[in-house]
């Protein structure tokens, strides 16, 4: 089981260890990291923007700025008006907890339909398990499966992430799926979300920067 | 009258699975056991808890490392709710499960045999502008304490007490430090 976890903060951002340590501690478990860190690292290591905007002009403003310079975007979601631009924006790779400080899941059916035309991974943080406890958790619980049985009606992908601050965040591929399985996860549903959805993505970003924009044909003389 | 044991055939085929912690902070036995049998209940409940026959067996304090016990059916429930545990008693801390064996005399040969690469160290460098003081170097790893306030509130903030560094990464007692 392989695992490629797309939102880990180090020092350069929110975290508390060094990017290469952090490399290196999941490369100890098993597991591959891109980091978040609006911070562009070396090839060969996933780097990628964690976008915190309150309105939608600010966030358009923002994807436009960072679309070059990292592998992937991410938008920070909870706020029904982001949440609803980032998943009708192609060029946004994730959506990262939609249900952050509200009641809700963050979706209806409109929102997981766009998020399924536009190619808009939701995330799923175990971090967001791991530091809640009784009735919150069981909010970020129930929130969880409804985003996945919006899913499976209407076909958006759900990426897993660790949304590690830490070394003690990271977990094994092992721990992640028995995790989701737990929760209700098909052994495939397991298979999309930690490592089929991340590549799309990244792959998805990397060749958008290489095609023209819509409506530019290269003249050639 | 002694009651008489199940037949083999008729016994719940158990599994041992291994783990070691890993904290900042030195975790007591009792503590480990406290946060397995927390998170085990948080997640579960009783009820279902109580179908998955296991048992917290053996933890050595001074290798952080131990096994418990449960029933087939049921690791992956049980390796969940060891991944779910980060915190004990303010300590951070995270208990990964090293594996899962069907007799205890080779999960102790595949996973619990100890080899401990630590040593104290005292020395400061610099990284990225700010000066930190190491403390341990254990596995590759620098442990360090930073001399920065925002960086130490951080640390506070979640519970830890160093902020690690790749051993290659990092100049100790350099010139410019």
């Known amino acids: 089981m392989d695992f490629l976890d797309l939102r880990v903060h180090s020092l350069n951002s929110s975290g508390t260890d060094s990017y290469n340590s952090m490399l290196m501690q999941a490369k100890a478990l098993g597991a591959e990291i891109g980091l978040c860190d609006n911070h562009s690292y070396d090839e060969g290591?996933?780097?990628?923007?964690?976008?915190?905007?309150n309105t939608k002009k600010k966030l358009k403003k923002s994807i436009d700025k960072n679309l070059s310079g990292f592998d992937y975007i991410l938008v920070h979601g909870g706020n029904a008006e982001i949440n609803r631009y980032a998943v009708m924006d192609r060029r946004v790779?994730?959506?990262?907890?939609?249900?952050?400080?509200?009641?809700?899941?963050?979706?209806?059916?409109?929102?997981a339909r766009q998020a399924a035309i536009n190619g808009v991974a939701i995330e799923m943080s175990i971090s967001g398990?791991?530091?809640?406890?009784?009735?919150?958790?069981?909010?970020?619980?129930?929130?969880?499966?409804?985003?996945?049985?919006?899913?499976?009606?209407?076909?958006?992908?759900?990426?897993?992430?660790?949304?590690?601050?830490?070394?003690?965040?990271?977990r094994t591929p092992e721990e992640v799926a028995a995790l989701l399985e737990v929760i209700g996860f098909t052994r495939e549903e397991i298979v999309d979300a930690m490592v089929k959805v991340p590549m799309k993505i990244i792959t998805r970003t990397r060749e958008s920067k290489q095609s023209l924009p819509q409506g530019v044909v290269l003249v050639e003389d | 009258m002694k009651i008489k044991t199940f037949p083999p055939t008729m016994r719940e085929k158990k599994r041992y699975i291994a783990y070691s912690v890993k904290s900042d902070y030195q975790i007591s036995r009792d503590d480990v056991v406290k946060a397995i049998w927390n998170s085990i209940l948080g997640f579960f409940g009783e009820n279902t808890a109580s179908q998955f026959n296991f048992w917290v067996?053996?933890?050595?304090?001074?290798?952080?490392?131990?096994?418990?016990?449960?029933?087939?059916?049921?690791?992956?429930?049980?390796?969940?709710?060891?991944?779910?545990?980060?915190?004990?008693?303010?300590?951070?801390?995270?208990?990964?499960?090293?594996?899962?064996?069907?007799?205890?005399?080779?999960?102790?040969?595949?996973?619990?045999?100890?080899?401990?690469?630590?040593?104290?160290?005292?020395?400061?460098?610099?990284?990225?502008?700010?000066?930190?003081?190491?403390?341990?170097?254990?596995k590759g790893f620098v442990y360090s304490i930073p001399k920065d306030k925002n960086l130490l509130n951080r640390l506070n903030r979640m519970e830890m007490k160093f902020i690690s560094f790749v051993k290659e990464e990092v100049k100790i007692n350099a010139t410019d430090a």
């Open chain 1, 45 to 53: 290591i996933y780097s990628g923007i964690e976008i915190k905007e």
């Open chain 1, 93 to 111: 790779g994730i959506l990262a907890h939609p249900d952050k400080g509200r009641k809700d899941s963050g979706l209806d059916a409109f929102l």
């Open chain 1, 129 to 170: 398990l791991l530091n809640s406890r009784r009735n919150e958790r069981v909010k970020r619980l129930r929130n969880l499966h409804a985003n996945l049985m919006l899913k499976r009606k209407y076909g958006f992908d759900i990426i897993v992430t660790s949304g590690a601050k830490s070394r003690y965040d990271l």
């Open chain 2, 57 to 138: 067996k053996d933890y050595d304090e001074l290798n952080q490392k131990g096994f418990l016990v449960c029933g087939h059916r049921h690791t992956n429930e049980i390796i969940t709710a060891l991944a779910l545990v980060n915190v004990i008693n303010g300590k951070r801390l995270y208990i990964q499960t090293k594996g899962i064996s069907g007799t205890l005399k080779s999960l102790k040969r595949k996973f619990l045999n100890t080899v401990k690469d630590s040593d104290n160290i005292e020395g400061k460098f610099l990284f990225q502008g700010n000066t930190f003081e190491a403390v341990r170097i254990e």
